[in-house]
Each structure stands twice: as structure tokens, then as C-alpha cells.
């Protein structure tokens, strides 16, 4: 397209973005608005891509991270020719595929769900780590960033990240048009207050009237031609260009236009440009995609073994079995033990540093690219980059998240280390999978089980070590327990899982020299929970006592009491649980503590008994 023809292009994505908001009476068209240009011309002249094959290996990845411009990306891709003028009327109606931010779940040539500000650039890098690392077809990945989340820390993560690794197949497109939700964004159009950032972190920087299509068009092929690092384009734009009732004025943001007829004819009226998007080069995907037999590590009954260590090796064995799976780490890979896969398959092993928000998104894009991800640190950190598992869930992204340093079975370094609110956090995400082993030869089962589960996978490791208890030849089905101590006598049930199972085990012993029988279920699947198990336990013991390192709002105890949340009678159920804030003190110190050590178990189930006997 010469220059007309692409000043043309933007006002039809313009009037595109007013209409489909205007149909749907709700959405962001001067957002799309300012934008319009920056687009136009990279679907144009830049971008390399095959929708009718999405999954191309040297397709370009376009990540739209302010993903409320949504109108401008359907606008875009009507005039691509892949949806028509009347499916981009259904713009945020039930059933429409055109929700009012993108996701992957509905479009298949989107990559990442957007609409929590700041993610889409952490994303894009780790696409482009995909690209350059693993796929190495020379794609090249365009990310669309609005002026106001540059105020997000994870940008800037993303940002040093990019900068560190050289990614020189990364441009990021930055959309400055002065206003965000309720006025003026921090440094309004100040386009050397964010050039002097990204040039901090090792970017390429340029400047551009992102109105001016033959100059946007230049400083496209200008980052394309650059090596070494990657390339920022910083646009000076207007919010609401064209439309002089909201242009550049604030209290417009999120609304339709208040007059879209008027609008749609400041702007020249509808059009039915069709652009012929630049094909991809011819390539092959790179990747080795041969198996080899898993071998997993085999501990012996008795052994003392931390499940960290387990998780290590088991990591490393399927690394060996399946050419697809990658690491990363937060700086910690000598604690989570991730630095065994590191040592087997450095290639195939990414450090993230102290960037968890970063370590998240990484994963993220690198499922995007159809690789398997499993991403460690502590169990307390993955805290920081909750919205970016969120985010995930909401793309139908399939990771695996392993958290270690898991409750206060970590003794001396205090509740600042401590995860203790981790199983909440994950059992709350959509569509998760959370998993909680106790021994060495059940972590490595479930390390290989995570890899062929759909979804959010969590999987929590201790630091400490702890009796192995199951035999290598022992299967742990996703959703199943284990009942380790059973009779026809039981009179209550202990459920534990990590690090209280072998607790409860011993708890056990205890009352039954006693002449108390109790029955004792190794809970490993805390989501989904085996409810047949437990159903079937309630009904024969009559009482339940969940035990675990972990807040008591969430965990283990509220995942029991959901399997009876169907109508059915509930039984009696009484949680043991962290419910003090810890200091430091040895492991058994804390566990004791707590009330959660052998102990605390026998303590509280003894009582229960007599009060089951007095009532």
C-alpha cells in the first residue's frame, strides 16, 4: 500500500472500532482509536503471517497488551479478511467470539489473554525467548503496549529481561496518546521519559508521530534491521484521532462514542479495504519431538528423601524423555532444585532471576509456542505474580508451578519464606490442578503426570526431608488419595498431605497403643479430591480431622469439606492448621507449634474421641 491507501487503512480501522463499539454500546474506540495507525501499517507492510495456518512455525506473534483496544484488532482483522462485517457487530454479545478483550480461548490467532494491564510485553518476551532459543525459524514478535502500563512494574521486568537476553526478534510498540482511564498518564507525551528507560535497560529506541504512516512505516524497517537488542517504538498518538468531539479529551475513556454517526462521517465513512497480510517464509519447526523411555528416580521405603530433591531429578529424567519441556527459575534453581535440569538440558533451561511476574509470563509464552513449562521458586513468591496465573487461566495456558520452601516445615527462616497460603491461591484459579506429595517416589510419579494434564498445575515441594513411603512402582492417579491405615475400629479419620501425612502416620501409632484405631489418608490431590474416598470415610469413622502446613482459609480443610458440599449430610469436621503468625524455630519446633506434629494430631483426636463418646 502506498501512503494514501495506508492513511486510508487507519481510517477504516477508526470507523471499524466506533461501529463495533457502538453496536455493542459499550467498549474502548478512542483507545483503538489513537492506535489505528501503528497497526495499519504493520498489517500492511510488516507483519509475516498465515491465518489459515495460525500455527506456522515462522508466523510473526502479534500480542495486543492493551488488549481493551479490542475493537481495533477485530477491525483488523476484517480487514485481513478473516472475520466479516457482521461478526464484528457482535463485539461483546453473548456467544461472540469477539469478547471485550481478546482471548486465545475463543481466536485462534490470538496468543495471550490481555486486559490486566502490563502483561502482554512479560508475555512477548517469552515468546521471544521461544523464538530465539528453542523454535529458531526468525519469527518476529510485535507487541502493541498502551502509554499507562508502563506504570507496571512487571513492564519493566520485562523490559530488563529483554534488554539482558539480547532479543533482537522483540519489538514493542508503544501507543503514547497522554490519557489513561480517569486523565493525563504519568509522563503524558514526554516520549524521552520512556526512551530513557528502555535505554537503560539495552533497548533500541525510536521516536515517531504515530500518526504519520510513511514514518512509522520507516521506523518499522529500522527495528527489523537491528541486531543485538530489541526495539521499542514510541508513538505519539491522540486518543480519539479523527473525531474532533473526543479527541484528545478526557472523560471518554471505556465509552462508545457519544455520537457515532457523526463520528463514523468526520471520519470519511465506512470502507471495505482488504489487505493482503505478507506470507511467512517457508520453515520447519526445529524442535526434536522424539521420546525416550521414562526414567524416573527410584528411592527406597525408608530412605530420607526432600521432595524438592525428588522434584529435581524427576524434572531432569522427563527433560531426557520429552524433547518439549523446558525449565525456569527464579534465581533459587539451587533450593527448588531445578538446577539438576539446568546440568541435563542447559538449552532447554531459562533463569528468570528475582522476577517472578517475569518467570510466570515466560512460561506462559513459551506454552503459547507449544512448549511444556515448568516454572519453580518459592511457594511464598508465586504470590507476587498471582495475576499473571490468573491471566494465564483465563488464556486456557497449560503450565506446570512448583512451588518449594512450602509452610512452616521450614523452620528457621520465618514466615517471610514461609508459603502459607499457596494451596488457596492455586485452588482458586479456574480449571487448576493442585498436587501436594508427601514423599520422594510420589513427587517424581506426579512431576511425570503433571506433564499431561491440561490447565494451571501447581505442585508444592517441601525443603526438608522426609521418610519415603511408597514404593517406586506405586501409581498416584490425578484426583486419588492414598489410605495409608485402616480398620474396621477406626473412630475418625486424619487427612493429611506433605509433610503431615508422615506426622499422622505416627500420630496413629501412637493412639493405637492407646487402643485408638484411626484410619489415615494421604490427600496428594488436594485438586481435584478424591470425594469418593472421603465420602466413604465420613460415612464409616464418622468424623473427619484434616491436618496441614497452611493457613487454615483454603487449604486443605476447606478442599476436604467441598466433597460434601452436594446436599449430602456433612460430618464432623474439625481442620488442624497454621493459625498463628510463626517466627523462627527449628522445623520440628514450628510443626509442634502449630499443633500440627504427631503430637497435635493425637492431642486433637483423642479429644474427639471422648467427646464422640460423652455425646
Known amino acids: 500500500m502506498n501512503t494514501a491507501e495506508l492513511a486510508e487503512l487507519g481510517q477504516q480501522l477508526r470507523v471499524d472500532s466506533v461501529r463495533a463499539s457502538d453496536a455493542a454500546g459499550s467498549g474502548h474506540p478512542t483507545s483503538s482509536m489513537s492506535a489505528a495507525d501503528l497497526l495499519a501499517v504493520l498489517l500492511a507492510h510488516h507483519l509475516r503471517y498465515d491465518f489459515e495456518r495460525p500455527e506456522h512455525p515462522a508466523n510473526d506473534r502479534f500480542v495486543l497488551s492493551k488488549g481493551h483496544a479490542s475493537p481495533l484488532l477485530y477491525a483488523a482483522y476484517k480487514a485481513a479478511g ?36 502490563g502483561q502482554g510485553l512479560p508475555v ?4 521471544a525467548l521461544a523464538g530465539k532459543h528453542l523454535d529458531r525459524t526468525g519469527y518476529r ?67 515517531v508521530d504515530g500518526h504519520d504512516v510513511d514514518a512509522i512505516d520507516r521506523a518499522y524497517g529500522e527495528a527489523l534491521a537491528t541486531d543485538g537488542q530489541p526495539v521499542v517504538v514510541l508513538a505519539r498518538t491522540l486518543k480519539g484521532k479523527g473525531v474532533a468531539a473526543v479527541e484528545d479529551r478526557e ?9 457515532a454517526e457523526q463520528a463514523i462521517a468526520e471520519l470519511g465513512g465506512p470502507r471495505d479495504l482488504h489487505v493482503r497480510v505478507n506470507e511467512p517464509p517457508a520453515a520447519a ?53 531445578t538446577e539438576e535440569f539446568a546440568k541435563a538440558h542447559p538449552e532447554r533451561f531459562f533463569e528468570c532471576y528475582i522476577a517472578e511476574q517475569q518467570l510466570v509470563a515466560a512460561a506462559v509464552g513459551m506454552a503459547a509456542r507449544g512448549w511444556l513449562p515448568y516454572a519453580s521458586t518459592f511457594a511464598a513468591f508465586f504470590t507476587r505474580a498471582y495475576d499473571f496465573v490468573r491471566m494465564a487461566s483465563i488464556s486456557g495456558s497449560g503450565i506446570n508451578l512448583v ?70 512402582e506405586e501409581e498416584f492417579p490425578v484426583g486419588g488419595s492414598k489410605t495409608l491405615r485402616s480398620s474396621e475400629e477406626d473412630r475418625l479419620t486424619v487427612v493429611a498431605a506433605g509433610v503431615t501425612v508422615p506426622e499422622a502416620l505416627a500420630a496413629a501409632d501412637r493412639l493405637a497403643e492407646d487402643g485408638v484405631r484411626v484410619r489415615v489418608i494421604d490427600l496428594y490431590s488436594v485438586k481435584p479430591v478424591d470425594t469418593d474416598t472421603l465420602r ?19 487449604g486443605l480443610g476447606d478442599a476436604v469439606a467441598g466433597a460434601f458440599a452436594d446436599g449430602r449430610p456433612v460430618p464432623r469436621l474439625v481442620r ?26 493425637a492431642a486433637a483426636a483423642k479429644l474427639l474421641v471422648e467427646e464422640a463418646i460423652v455425646r
Request: some cysteine; charged content about 25%; glycine content about 14%.
Open 251 to 259: 472523560g471518554h475513556h471505556g465509552k462508545p462514542l457519544p455520537d
Open 124 to 127: 512477548g518476551v517469552g515468546i
Open 536 to 554: 466413604r470415610a465420613a460415612e464409616e469413622t464418622g468424623c473427619l480431622l484434616t491436618v496441614e502446613d497452611h493457613h487454615a482459609e483454603g
Open 403 to 472: 512451588g518449594s520452601h512450602a509452610g512452616v516445615a521450614i523452620g528457621q527462616d520465618g514466615p517471610s519464606q514461609m508459603g502459607l497460603e499457596d494451596l488457596a491461591m492455586f485452588r482458586a484459579v479456574y480449571g487448576s490442578t493442585v498436587l501436594y506429595p508427601c514423599d520422594a517416589n510420589q513427587t517424581a510419579r506426579l512431576v511425570a503426570a503433571m506433564s499431561g494434564l491440561d490447565g494451571i498445575r501447581y505442585l508444592r515441594t517441601s525443603r526438608g526431608k522426609t521418610p519415603v513411603i511408597y514404593g517406586p
Open 141 to 207: 514478535v510485535w507487541v502493541l503496549c498502551g502509554d499507562s502500563e508502563l506504570a507496571e512494574g512487571s513492564v519493566w521486568e520485562a523490559a530488563e529481561h529483554a534488554g539482558y537476553e539480547g532479543l533482537d526478534n522483540l519489538i514493542a510498540i508503544v501507543d503514547v496518546n497522554r490519557l489513561g482511564q480517569r486523565g493525563p498518564t504519568r509522563h503524558g507525551h514526554d516520549l524521552d521519559a520512556y526512551a530513557r528507560r528502555f535505554e537503560a535497560f539495552g533497548w533500541r529506541t525510536l521516536e
Open 82 to 117: 478473516v472475520i466479516e462485517d457482521g461478526e464484528l457487530l457482535t463485539f461483546r454479545r453473548i456467544g461472540s467470539r469477539l469478547e471485550g478483550h481478546p482471548t486465545p480461548r475463543r481466536l485462534p490467532w490470538v496468543e495471550t489473554a490481555t486486559g490486566s494491564l
Open 576 to 601: 488442624l492448621a497454621v493459625r498463628a503468625m510463626p517466627g523462627s524455630a527449628a522445623p520440628d519446633e514450628q510443626l509442634h507449634a502449630a499443633g500440627i506434629d504427631a503430637l497435635g494430631i
Open 285 to 337: 519447526a526445529l524442535r526434536d519431538l522424539t521420546t525416550e523411555v521414562l526414567r524416573l528416580p527410584r528411592y527406597g521405603k525408608g530412605d530420607e528423601v526432600a521432595t524438592r530433591d525428588a522434584f529435581g531429578a524427576a524434572l531432569a529424567a522427563l527433560g531426557t524423555a520429552r524433547r518439549d519441556v523446558v525449565a525456569l527459575d527464579g534465581e533459587v534453581g539451587d533450593s527448588t532444585r
